[in-house]
Structure formats: structure tokens, C-alpha cells
């Protein structure tokens, strides 16, 4: 395990006080009370969101749930997509490997993972999600980097249903480097995406794009936050959150912010909510290109050039 005398404490940062779950509806058909009443039947209507969160940790942290994985060199691992469950992968130092996690279950289901990148080490984590998903899903991913280690996520969402995601990236040996791009494509439901990219430890490097293209009555939100402390001298993160907007019945939320404890780190963040772009769609009818192909056409662009 990763020489981080602080690990535990990140890890609890990780699970209790990334994002709180105040915003969230408790009523009966809505919110966490929908994620968990399945396997949680005596749960009370007036329970809070706070509440919820801590009765699914107590859940995957049970005997049954909850899995260690030690992965070298080479290794490709799929992460399991349990209705409940907790798992805690060990990248060793000096080695490349590859994460895969897919949600395709037709049940709801709800994760938490922790990922410790020892020095040195590079991690490739792909994540893509269809329509197949149950109605409700929840995860919660923690990325602990050592000395000159990097993660490269890339995390793709089609869901027409209540998803939420909470990414955590904990950068904390030196050098360290953390890359992600993630999208999202929705015609209903609900897709919350919380995002903290923690920098601890001296020159590392931290760049987030985030991409939502919403239709028909799809909703979302964002939050961002970068956390620069004292020690994160010279280093540099990047935020930025763009919305394409299809329907009129659409919706999206963006609150980025920062935390900045020392003046020689660079942070970045924005947020831009946009249209399809009339002149695009004219350019491709002219050239015979009928509407719904060009609009979609325009979408795709959207969603792959980073």
C-alpha cells in the first residue's frame, strides 16, 4: 500500500465531506430514497440525504460487499457493477495498467471504489454506461496518486435515468498528474456529476473537461471544486464544464469553485451553455444533409473534440 501516512483521512474525505447530499429529495417516488428502498424496505420517507449516504457506505462495507484487488504490470481489471459493493484497488509502483467499468445492470445499483496509484505508476480508467442501466445508480471514485503517477479517465454516460457520480482526484506525491474527460448524453432523468480535484503535493497537474448534451427533458448538474493547499507549490489545474442545449424543456446547473492555499499554483475553471449553432445547421442542409443527420452530426463534434 501506497507510503501515504494521511491515506485514511483522504479516504474519509473521499467518502463523507467531497459533496453531501442536502440538495437531494427524500420524498418517496424521488432523490436517494428511490436509490435504496429495494434493499433497504423499512426505510423511513423523512429520512435525510446525509443519512442514506451513510446507511449505503455502512452496506458496502459489509462482509460480502467489499473486495481488495492488488493489480502489477500489464493488468487489466473490470470493475464489478454490484447492486451494492466496495472495492479497493492497489496499483503497484513503476507499473501501467487498465481499470474497466461499465454499468449496464437493469437494477439500480450503487459503488464506492478507491483507487491508491503508487510512484510512478499509470493508470488508464475507462468508464461507459448505455441505456441498459437500472433507474437509479450512484458511485462514488477515489484516485490516490503518488510521486510522478498519473491517471487518465475518460468516462462516457447515455442514460435516460437518475445517475450520480462523485469523481475524486487526491493528488498527493509530487509530479503527480490527473487527466479527465467525461460526457454525458440525456433525453429524461437525472444526471449529477461532482467533481474534486485535491492537489497535496508539490508541481502536480490537474485537467477536467466536462461535456453534457441534454434533450428533451433531460436535467443535470455540475460541481466542481479545486483544492490547492499549502505545500501544492507550482502546480496547475484546469476546470471546464460545457452544456449543449437541445430541447427547450432541458435544464443543467454549473457551480464551479476553488480553494487556493498558495499564491504559485495557476487554477482554471469555467462554464459555457450553448445552442446548436444555426449557421452549422444551414452549412450541412446546403449540402444535403437533412436536419436530424446534421444535428446530430453537430453533436457528435461536440462530444469528441476535447
Known sequence: MMAMPFFDELKNLCLTNSFDWKGWKTSKNSGPWVF?????????????????????????????????????????????????????????RDTN??????????KSACGFFFVVVEDGASVVYNHNTDNE???????????????????????????????????????????????????????????????????????????????????ENANSSFYGKITAMEKALDS??????????????????????MDVRNNSIKCYHGSTVSEINPEQLFYLNARGVERRRAEQ???DGFLKFY
Do not use: W
Not at 423523512?46 to 446507511?55: F, W
Not at 510521486?147 to 450520480?164: C, D, H, P, Y
Open 133 to 215: 442501466i437500472g433507474p437509479d445508480t450512484f458511485e462514488s471514485i477515489g484516485f490516490f496518486l503518488g510521486e510522478g503517477s498519473q491517471v487518465e479517465l475518460t468516462k462516457n454516460v447515455i442514460a435516460n435515468a437518475n445517475f450520480r457520480t462523485e469523481i475524486n482526484f487526491f493528488l498527493v506525491g509530487e509530479n503527480a498528474k490527473a487527466n479527465g474527460k467525461i460526457s454525458y448524453v440525456g433525453e429524461s432523468g437525472f444526471f449529477d456529476c461532482r467533481v474534486l480535484q485535491y492537489h497535496l503535493g508539490r508541481n502536480t497537474m490537474s485537467n477536467l473537461t466536462v461535456k453534457f448534451a441534454l434533450k
Open 97 to 106: 495498467v487498465r481499470l474497466e467499468h461499465k454499468f449496464n445492470r437493469k
Open 36 to 92: 435504496f428502498r429495494n434493499f433497504m424496505p423499512h426505510l423511513p420517507e423523512d429520512v435525510s440525504g446525509d443519512d442514506i449516504y451513510a446507511m449505503a457506505l455502512k452496506h458496502c462495507m459489509a462482509e460480502g460487499h467489499r473486495e481488495f484487488v492488488g493489480l502489477g504490470d500489464g493488468d487489466v481489471y473490470e470493475i464489478p457493477s454490484e447492486n451494492f459493493g466496495m472495492v479497493e484497488i492497489n496499483v503497484d
Open 297 to 299: 452530426m453537430i453533436i
Open 236 to 257: 496547475e489545474a484546469r476546470q471546464l464544464h460545457r452544456n449543449l442545449i437541445l430541447s427547450d424543456s432541458a435544464r443543467t446547473t454549473s457551480v464551479p469553485s
